[in-house]
């Protein structure tokens, strides 16, 4: 199998970690990026990883020696930028999440499925060898009846970026954390449990000196029967858990979420840091927590679903789901109410 020839729309310190985590694949390589402002950081990246700049996406949907396009960019625009890819018969890695509108989403999923191209979506805690054994686990009945799964994302972010970033905006990322973070449980509940059903949510501002929210939190009904919980919080210490219980066992993963200032290797390989299962009667187990960059594992699979191989592990419908479970997290900030999802 060839390299996977990709560009990347997006060069901030997201975008460096993702060139960062495949430097030495054999799979995949960035051979291209669009950035306009053309900073010295944007330089200093080009030079150490031999890519060449570019100043617009169209350039690169253009390029006959571009396969492949990574978009490391604000959500709003990422259902259009999909579909300008797939018209241009590229390929498409679009950094989570794929969107906050259902509508929106679904037209970015007809046009890659009319154009034959692969789509991937950067949820990268699926990836984790930890959460893969967690999925098993729930799967083969080892934790029994499933009770309620919940989850809780906190970092400092909002005390620290500035009041221009999109992280920032209301507009750009409504519920505060729910876009930057939160997003990556609700993928989660869908990945080990199927569908939601409903949600309530609740989200203020308490700490941030910005406009935006700081502190969220969301009550979910799945289909299968569960209940779920998730909060996010943007002016704390930086935390992950998520936790499921079962009428046999409980299981917890710990670990981080992304604060500014990280190094690359934190952030590909530090998500998890924990593992512990504790079963109804007896002692708790640790589980070891392999290091792992989850950055690595998600794009080396887009390579290998590209070119032919083993199809991206998050399908396009459970991609479309994600959405509307968003999207309905939306609305009943707004409402005040339970909301089912579309």
Excluded at 50 to 72: C, H, M, N, P, Y
Excluded at 120 to 129: C, I, K, S, T
């Amino acid at each position: 199998m060839a390299q996977l020839r990709a560009a990347i729309v997006g060069l901030g310190w997201w975008g460096g970690t993702l060139i960062d985590a495949v430097r030495d694949s054999p799979l995949i390589r960035f051979v291209a990026a669009a950035t306009r402002k053309r900073s010295a950081h944007d330089q200093e990246l080009a030079t150490k990883y031999g890519i060449r700049l570019t100043g617009s996406l169209e350039e690169l949907t253009a390029d006959r020696d571009v396969d492949a396009i990574v978009l490391a960019t604000p959500p709003a625009g990422h259902p259009e930028q999909i579909i300008q890819c797939a018209r241009a018969g590229k390929h498409v890695f679009c950094e989570k999440p794929l969107s906050a509108s259902k509508s929106a989403a679904q037209e970015a999923l007809t046009a890659v499925q009319r154009a034959g191209v692969t789509l991937a979506l950067g949820y990268n805690r699926r990836f984790h060898p930890s959460w893969v054994d967690l999925k098993r686990r729930i799967a083969a009945g080892e934790l029994g009846i499933i009770c309620h799964a919940e989850c809780t994302m906190s970092g400092p972010n909002a005390l620290l970026m500035s009041h221009d970033a999109w992280r920032a905006q209301p507009a750009e990322a409504p519920c505060g954390g729910l876009l930057p973070m939160g997003v990556h449980a609700i993928d989660g509940l869908i990945d080990l449990f199927g569908q939601i059903e409903g949600v309530y949510c609740q989200s203020l501002r308490r700490a941030a000196s910005g406009p935006n929210d700081d502190t969220t939190s969301m009550l979910f009904r799945l289909k299968a029967g569960p209940t779920a919980y998730l909060a996010t919080m943007m002016s704390t210490a930086g935390s992950f858990r998520f936790q499921v219980y079962g009428s046999k066992a409980m299981a917890l993963l710990g670990g981080a979420v992304h604060v500014a200032g990280q190094s690359s290797e934190q952030r590909r390989s530090g998500l998890f840091g924990s593992y512990l299962l504790q079963p109804i009667k007896g002692d708790a187990q640790s589980l070891d927590v392999p290091a792992f960059d989850v950055n690595r594992a998600e794009l080396d699979a887009f390579a290998t679903a590209a070119q032919g191989g083993a199809p991206f592990p998050i399908p396009p419908e459970q991609m479309l789901h994600g959405v509307a479970v968003t999207e309905a997290v939306l609305v009943s900030a707004r409402s005040g109410k339970y909301e089912s999802v579309a």
